[in-house]
């Protein structure tokens, strides 16, 4: 696949969201029970290959660590580490981990689950406001945060979240990526400095004294520092993540590579919260991204857990309104609006069709409506019905109804039918 088309295939992402690597592709030879296809993805210390599954028919990912580092204890157990890692986690939102073993000129390789889709910084760097909404995005938040929660429930952290580290696929499904910097809290050496070792455009800044892993533009403080890290250091940069959706620029923002750390380093935040302060967005979303983004851990929440609790609560609460606005439209438009099933009879009706027909709302809903329906218009009906079953996109007709008095009432009828769930939303009005 072109590692240019914005899609990504693997737990290393290709795409326009991601730098390139011009170094030569890497070649491996088919081993064992995988045959190896092609790269689609590298990072600082691993090629992907997409392969196929011998035994089980299957396409996969195999990661496999780069020529380069194959003498390197430390590389080599970094690289192992990753596997270990993501091995313990087993959630929807975290690729699988097949295998590990060894390739014939003893590389270290993992095979893993072949995730498809598209980056969610590739999402924000090309978002329509017309055609992506903000709800959808923060969909695929709310689901990076309930992965997070899971994950420091199993004292991990990941040290390198960020919108190029998640994959959203085209039925919902979305991952989060790239643990090659992820360390288990329970294991003494966490608390120290990260190793030299890491995966492409993490490594981020080096002199004599210092070691910064992870990704400047979203990174906390203390990470930034080489200081000691834990889960709040992974909810600094969800409060990171959900900053960019909500004012479309991460925390830190400069013109080099050494601006950027220092602002990190530093923990300079006012730009940024005065941006989220003029987004216009949900003001308990502002408060979230902001009480994540804290300079000192202390006053951050204590893991991703309370990030996954909040977003329920604000989905709930959009729900909510949502219902709210469509019931109060539904009951106070002069118009007859229905819901209608496949089955031929009314689902909701509003207060309308009681006034303008006289029969009682039990009455509506426990009869075919087609009974309702004088008897020389019920074939012009049934036809309407046939190109809502069709999936028509908006259907026009009229016919007349029988009222509880014996008079016939003339409607003239809009409808559109959602076929997979066998309904119909119709508006009707009275004709003259």
Known sequence: MDSTDGSSLS??????????????????????????KNEIGRG????????LDLELNRHIAIKVLREEYKGLPEAIQQFSNEAAIMGRLQHPGIAHIY???VTDDERPFHAMKLVNG???????????????SRVSILGIFAAVAQAMAYTHAKEIVHLDLKPANVMA????????????????LDVESTQKNLNHYSLENTTVFEDESNHV????????????????????????????????????????????RFRVLMQAQCGILAPAMKRLDGCGADPNLIRLAKKCMKSTPDERPQDASYVASEMAAYSDSVQQRLQQDMARFFELSLDLFCIAGFDGFF????????????????ELLTKPFADLVYEKDRSRTIDAMGRLFKGEPVVHFRNRYVAADGKLVQLEWSAKSIVNESVIFAVARVVI
Not at 169 to 184: K, N, Q, S, T, Y
């Open 44 to 51: 600082g210390m691993g090629v992907v290959y997409r392969a």
């Open 11 to 36: 737990e290393v992402k290709i795409g326009k969201s991601n730098p390139v690597d011009n170094t030569p592709p890497q070649t491996v030879e088919t081993f064992g029970r995988y045959d190896l």
């Open 347 to 362: 689902r909701r009706v509003n207060e309308n069709f009681t006034r303008v027909l006289g029969y009682t709302e039990e």
């Open 213 to 256: 892993h992870g990704t400047l533009r979203y990174m906390a403080p203390e990470q930034a520092r080489a200081d000691t890290v834990d889960k709040r250091t992974d909810v600094f940069c969800l409060g990171s993540i959900l900053c960019e959706i909500l004012t479309g620029k991460p925390p830190y923002v400069g013109k080099d």
């Open 99 to 101: 295998q590990c073993g």
């Open 118 to 132: 598209e980056t969610l910084g590739y999402i924000l760097a090309n978002r329509d406001e017309k055609r992506d």
């Open 169 to 184: 696929g085209a039925f919902g499904e979305v991952h989060v990526m790239d643990w090659g910097l992820a360390r288990c």
